[in-house]
Structure formats: structure tokens, C-alpha cells
């Protein structure tokens, strides 16, 4: 097995070519051509998942967001990202991450969160000439009201705590859903159509919304943990036989931690 077998399997599912001008999805660290004796799949790539990949015998690791997004001027190993690229380097490790590459096609992040809330005549929210785009926007089953949404939205992902607009006054139907930090987007969820708006890291400014619209913000975290498994699948089900593995340190992966409640949101959700 080589490294190019591995990001053969992820780039039919989420091609390099649709990713965002700013990403940096890809192979980061490493050959095409090296030997795999083993995969790691994790969220982020830190100096943690870099140890339990040496470890566990994996020499390869796939994550959501990258190891590097911009130019690296210093590399200190005081420093988590310099840490991370030196371990790996050290030991071997090819890393590799799918970001704006699974969060864009069908069946990636954004269509995960729409079958965890159940969403039913699920579409692209920002379709682009590639048959891919951001977000994706359905419908509740079952019309339900702003409570019901958020007791809803709770279970489905795992939370603790939701951060949220006014709740609506009438029946919520038509849902928007874009994983990671959709703050940026909400007119496109109000273009589409939607009443409720789920993503994560939205700021301030943007909970004042008018009436008859709702935004919810689970987490960056949260809201595109499921990934994880998503590429799993993806490799055992070319390579069934093969050593792929789920990291174990993900539960403690969310770097947002919550303080004053019972349990913390992002734990919740890395256990999903």
C-alpha cells in the first residue's frame, strides 16, 4: 500500500479540484509514493494525533482541516502546528487533509449534518458550475416549532449548549445547514429559502436577525465532527482489510472547552 492509494480512495470522493482558493487541501506532508503500514483518521492534526499514529504503527494521517493553511516562516516545536510538523517529519508520518474539498460535494460535511437533523429534498445551499457548492438547505419532516428545532438540533448533535437568534414565532419547515464557521453565509440560507440557519462561529452582530428568520451556531467543532467517520467508511470500504483507524484522542479534540454546565458540547460530540 502507498500513500497514493490511500488519497486516490478521498479525492474520488472530495476532489482537489473544488476546493476553495485559500484552502490548502492535499497531501502536506510526505510522498505519493511512500509506503502505508497504516492510517489514522482524525479531525485536526495536532502533536497528540501525530503520537498516537507512531504508536498505534500508523504512518499516515488524514484529517479535515489542514496541518499547514498558509506559508510556514518558523517551524518551533513550542508551537502546536510547528510541533505537529515536526514529529511528523521525524517519524514518517504523511499527512494529508480533505477540508473545503468534504465540506463542498455530496455526501460531505454539510449532507451530514442534514441527515443527522433527519432533513428530507436535501440540496446544494451555494451550488457552483461544478456540481458541488457550500451548504445545503431541506426540510423538516414535520413542521416543528422553535423549542421543538433546538431540543431537535441538541439530540441530533450531541450538545450541551446552542447559541442562538430570537427563536421564531411560527413553524419552522425549511432548514440551512453549513458545517464549520458559516457566519459569512447567512444571507445565502435567507436566498434559499430557509427560516432556521445551523453553523458554527457566527459573531455577534449577526444573532440580530428579523422576524421569521433563526440562526443557531453547535460549534465549528460540532457541526463538522462527523466527517471523521465519513472518511473512514470512505478508506475500509476500498481497503477492508487494511490498518485504518479512528483516532481515540478525537473526544478531547475540540479545542473550545465550556465552563459552568454539565459536560462540554464539543466531548459530547466527538462520541457521536
Known amino acids: ?3 497514493k492509494d490511500i488519497t486516490a480512495v478521498l479525492e474520488e470522493f472530495a476532489p482537489l479540484s473544488v476546493q476553495e482558493s485559500w484552502d490548502n487541501s492535499g497531501l502536506i506532508i510526505g510522498s ?3 509506503d502505508v ?3 489514522l483518521v482524525g479531525f485536526d492534526c495536532t502533536p497528540e494525533l501525530v503520537d498516537e499514529a507512531v504508536d498505534k504503527g500508523c504512518n499516515m494521517v488524514v484529517t479535515h482541516h489542514p496541518l499547514i493553511f498558509k506559508g510556514v516562516r518558523r517551524i518551533n516545536s513550542q508551537d502546536p ?3 505537529a510538523i515536526v514529529k511528523a517529519v521525524k ?3 504523511a499527512v494529508y487533509a480533505a477540508h473545503t474539498t468534504a465540506d463542498k460535494v455530496i455526501g460531505g460535511v454539510s449532507y451530514d449534518m442534514a441527515a443527522k437533523l433527519e432533513l428530507e429534498n436535501v440540496q446544494i445551499m451555494m451550488p457552483d458550475c461544478e456540481g458541488t457548492g457550500l451548504g445545503c438547505v431541506g426540510e423538516f419532516p414535520v413542521p416543528m416549532t422553535a423549542k421543538d428545532a433546538l431540543e431537535h438540533v ?3 448533535f450531541g450538545l450541551a449548549v446552542i447559541k442562538h437568534s430570537k427563536p421564531v414565532s411560527g413553524l419552522i419547515s425549511r432548514v440551512a445547514v453549513m458545517g464549520g464557521s458559516g457566519g459569512g453565509e447567512i444571507a445565502a440560507a435567507v436566498s ?8 458554527g462561529d457566527i459573531s455577534y452582530h449577526n444573532f440580530f436577525q428579523p422576524e421569521g428568520f433563526m440562526v443557531m451556531d453547535i460549534g465549528h467543532f460540532e457541526s463538522e465532527v462527523g466527517i471523521v467517520d465519513i472518511f473512514l467508511s470512505k478508506i475500509r470500504k476500498i481497503f477492508p482489510n487494511f490498518a485504518v483507524l479512528k483516532s481515540e484522542v478525537l473526544d478531547g479534540g475540540n479545542p473550545v472547552r465550556y465552563y459552568g454546565i454539565a459536560g462540554q ?3 459530547d460530540a466527538g462520541k457521536k
Open 81 to 83: 502546528v510547528g510541533a
Open 91 to 93: 517519524a514518517g508520518v
Open 192 to 199: 434559499a429559502g430557509a427560516q432556521l440557519y445551523i453553523t
Open 154 to 156: 441538541r439530540k441530533a
Open 37 to 39: 503500514t497504516g492510517v
Open 32 to 34: 505519493q509514493e511512500d
Open 265 to 267: 458540547a464539543g466531548n
Open 1 to 3: 500500500m502507498r500513500v
